[in-house]
């Protein structure tokens, strides 16, 4: 028997990514991360929170390990297993072991999507024990300081089924994202598309129309990531009454009566 462990250097957040603090976020992770506290990071989708990480692990020069947790991820899909390769059975470190060896940053994305058996392995991880279990191997691998486990929900999909329980919540650090305000949220649309601040404006309006009609019609708002699509389309000519219906209406629903309502309040800023 093997074991092959994966080089964590291509996961290495090589260029500054843009991120605009609103608040003491930056401060708050740092300060989490020196005393190796694992942080959860909530709110709505596309509000930043995965820039923010990408951001931070920058910051602090270590290896960022990404999971997009889904219905299927298991405990297996995130420690690891044995793989037959060449006739020899090969232990293969998961994303989660890689950064637990590593000293790397593992981001749990979504975690409420994940099966519940994932959080009986990032529970030793996230309080004093700082251990990662490895039953296939009849081990336990001990993360160093650099190690930091971060994880992230939108509370707004949150039911009875798909909760973060009390046993998790309490050993995270928590940070509260939320939209930026207009006037930054115009500045990011701009310069992450390259669009003219008035169009960049009338986008935020447009986003903060659609906003409203959470819970009336809509499970949830256009997202700043969204105005970013909608403002790279425009800026490559795309009309923006098009690029509002395709890049924000089209994947907010498929209700008919709800497209023209969107596609409506567009038309009255463009």
């Known amino acids: 028997m093997q074991s092959e462990t994966i080089k964590t250097d291509q996961y290495r957040v090589r260029d500054e ?10 401060e708050i992770f740092e300060a989490a991360y020196r005393n190796a506290l694992p942080v959860l990071l909530k709110g709505p989708t596309g509000c930043g929170k995965t820039r923010f990480m990408e951001y931070m692990a920058w910051r602090l020069n270590r290896p960022l390990i990404t999971v997009s947790c889904h219905d299927d991820l298991t405990a297996s899909d995130l420690v690891g297993r044995y793989l037959v390769k060449g006739g020899e059975t090969t ?3 998961g994303p989660l072991t890689q950064a637990v060896r590593s000293g790397g940053i593992c981001y749990l994305d979504e975690i409420v999507e994940a099966r519940k058996d994932t959080m009986v392995v990032i529970h030793p991880l996230a309080d004093n024990r700082r251990v990662l279990p490895i039953e296939k191997l009849g081990s336990l691998v001990q ?5 930091c486990l971060a994880i992230s929900y939108n509370p707004g999909y949150q039911s009875v089924l798909k909760d973060l329980k009390q046993s998790t919540r309490q050993r995270f650090i928590a940070l509260e994202f939320d939209y930026p305000s207009p006037q930054l949220e115009s500045a990011i649309v701009a ?3 390259g669009v003219d601040q008035e169009t960049a404006n ?3 309006q447009f986003a903060a129309m659609t906003r409203n009609l959470k819970g009336s019609g809509l499970e949830e708002g256009a ?28 994947a907010l629903t498929d209700d008919r009566e709800m497209l023209v309502a969107v596609e409506e309040l567009s038309s009255s800023l463009f």
Do not use: M
């Open 17 to 26: 990514p843009f991120y605009q603090s609103t608040g003491d976020e930056i």
């Open 91 to 93: 232990w293969i470190d």
């Open 143 to 147: 993360a160093g300081p650099e190690f």
């Open 191 to 193: 310069r992450e598309s």
């Open 202 to 204: 009338r986008l935020v």
């Open 223 to 250: 997202s700043t990531r969204l105005l970013v699509h909608a403002a790279k389309l425009i800026a490559t000519g795309v009309n923006p009454v098009s690029a509002c219906r395709d890049a924000i209406a089209q």
